[in-house]
């Protein structure tokens, strides 16, 4: 890996339900790279839910008290990276959802401002230019919905994965439109969401590509039960595993009933 930062920060990994419970190679990955880059990394033991879930039904009351764990649990480390723009996006809602209690909102604006998701410290943080990772053939990459437009990820992936030796980058038809699944969107609205992802699929295929990549689990995972579904042979990683190296098992999907 090529870094440009001579910094040692202590980095925060937080580790997203979504990762805990279906993806732990992301995790590892993400440490992987940050260790790379010159990070020291921890993961908090204590760390629960962002609240993103309960924030977008309405109960601001259960959303609040996962807010409140969160800043609990990552004060005191220089920042907090996420492979996940989604759950990095909840947490810059914070200082809005705290914004009843301004020493609270003081200490969430300081957590949202330290706070990156994975692919965007690497490159804007720490200067990271190249990764020493390989995975040979062709992939398209999907932007999930909170990480591009909320957070500004959409350069920093491809600008890394243009570096993984033997892989192509081609662009599927769409790239940045929604997969359908949205959290509780894909429960609220089954047929709409069904849509969406049926068009994402057709979208990945039209590609030629050998590999779907993408920063997101919940994006992920949705297509890749729809691709497993109409028998695809598309690969699904997320991007994490693809630049430390790690894309060499069980893709995303494969194995599950």
């Known amino acids: 890996m090529t870094v440009n930062s001579p910094a040692q920060p202590h980095v925060a990994l937080y580790a997203t339900c979504l990762m805990d419970l279906y993806?732990?190679?992301?995790?590892?990955?993400?440490?992987?790279?940050?260790?790379?880059?010159?990070?020291?990394?921890?993961?908090?033991?204590?760390?629960?839910?962002?609240?993103?879930?309960?924030?977008?039904?309405?109960?601001?009351?259960?959303?609040?008290?996962?807010?409140?764990?969160?800043?609990?649990?990552?004060?005191?480390?220089?920042?907090?990276?996420?492979?996940?723009?989604?759950?990095?996006?909840m947490i810059g809602a914070y200082p809005e959802l705290l914004s009843d209690d301004p020493e609270l909102q003081v200490r969430a604006r300081d957590l949202a401002d330290r706070t990156f998701e994975l692919t965007s410290f690497l490159v804007d943080v720490m200067g990271v230019t190249a990764v020493s990772a390989r995975l040979d053939g062709v992939a398209t990459y999907h932007d999930s919905c909170s990480g591009?437009?909320?957070?500004?990820?959409?350069?920093?992936?491809?600008?890394?994965l243009s570096t993984v030796q033997g892989l192509e980058l081609n662009e599927m038809t769409d790239a940045q439109v929604c997969c359908g699944f949205g959290g509780l969107f894909s429960?609220?609205?089954?047929?709409?969401?069904?849509?969406?992802?049926?068009?994402?699929?057709?979208?990945v295929s039209e590609s030629g590509a050998r590999f779907l990549l993408g920063g997101d689990l919940g994006c992920l995972l949705n297509i890749a039960g729809r691709l497993r579904h109409e028998g695809s042979p598309v690969r699904v990683f997320h991007v994490a595993e693809v630049l430390a190296g790690r894309a060499d098992g069980q893709a995303i999907g494969e194995g599950r009933a």
């Open 23 to 89: 993806r732990p190679n992301v995790g590892f990955s993400a440490i992987q790279l940050l260790e790379s880059a010159g990070c020291r990394v921890s993961v908090p033991r204590g760390q629960t839910c962002c609240g993103q879930p309960a924030y977008n039904s309405g109960d601001r009351a259960t959303a609040r008290a996962l807010a409140l764990r969160v800043l609990k649990e990552f004060e005191g480390f220089d920042y907090v990276v996420l492979p996940s723009g989604t759950c990095g996006a």
């Open 148 to 160: 591009l437009r909320e957070l500004g990820v959409r350069d920093q992936p491809r600008r890394l």
């Open 187 to 203: 429960v609220k609205y089954p047929e709409i969401s069904g849509r969406m992802v049926a068009d994402k699929g057709r979208r």
